[in-house]
């Protein structure tokens, strides 16, 4: 089983600053891999998918970078709309597993 | 849209077996995958397994033995059953479309206590 390792698992910032999260996996997991964004009480929503492309109706301030074992999604310019928690998954053999997450807060 | 409903109990008693359902609207269940995902509180995602139309499952290796998801085509509806069910079981229960690549439409998830 592919093991994915986010970090930080918080990270504190103020509207306006830039965000990079981390996603290592274990081992190779090639482009696939995805991440979803989760605000409290509700489910994940897909941001990105296959490392960088946008989801339907994701703002261009979401990048998504990275191949192999390390991964980045990277927001330019976080929106008060963007604290969220932060998860992400590969689909490159089963079972498809998720990292832990990574909070990004308001500092 | 597509849209999906999680229903079943919402409390289920130690060593029982647990049993959602999911309802789908929007799409039939012919057009994706259907998945199942879990969160236990404060920790992470797990997916517990998704079933095509046809009835091809893939269950994660951790809980194959006491799982079990199948379809109904007739209701457009899946289902998920999971015995000899614990504390450790306790999670909210997300249904969702996978389209083979992306998780893409999720119920509102159902919070499922297994008590003693």
């Known amino acids: 089983e592919i093991v994915l390792t986010q970090s930080p698992d918080t990270l504190s910032l103020s509207p306006g600053e830039r965000a990079t999260l981390s996603c290592r996996a274990s081992?190779?997991?090639?482009?696939?891999l995805n991440w979803y964004q989760q605000k409290p009480g509700q489910a994940p929503r897909l941001v990105i998918y296959d490392a960088s492309i946008r989801a339907t109706g994701i703002p261009d301030r979401f990048r998504g970078s990275g191949s192999g074992t390390d991964f980045t999604l990277t927001i330019s310019r976080i929106e008060p709309e963007d604290f969220a928690v932060y998860h992400c998954q590969h689909r490159s053999n089963w079972p498809y597993t998720f990292g832990q997450g990574t909070m990004l807060e308001i500092k | 849209q597509v849209q999906l409903q999680e229903s079943g109990p919402g409390l289920v008693k130690s060593s029982e077996t647990l049993s959602l359902t999911c309802s789908v609207s929007g799409a039939s269940i012919s057009d994706y995958y259907w998945s199942w995902i879990r969160q236990a509180p404060g920790k992470g995602l797990e997916w517990i397994g998704y079933i095509d139309y046809s009835g091809s499952v893939k269950y994660s290796p951790s809980l194959k033995s006491r799982v079990s998801i199948s379809v109904d085509m007739s209701k457009n509806q899946f289902s998920l059953k999971l015995s000899s069910a614990t504390a450790a079981d306790t999670a909210v229960y997300y249904c969702?479309?996978?389209?083979?690549?992306?998780?893409?439409?999720w119920g509102q998830g159902t919070l499922v206590t297994v008590s003693s």
């Open positions: 969702a479309s996978y389209s083979g690549s992306t998780l893409d439409f």
């Open positions: 081992q190779s997991v090639s482009r696939y």
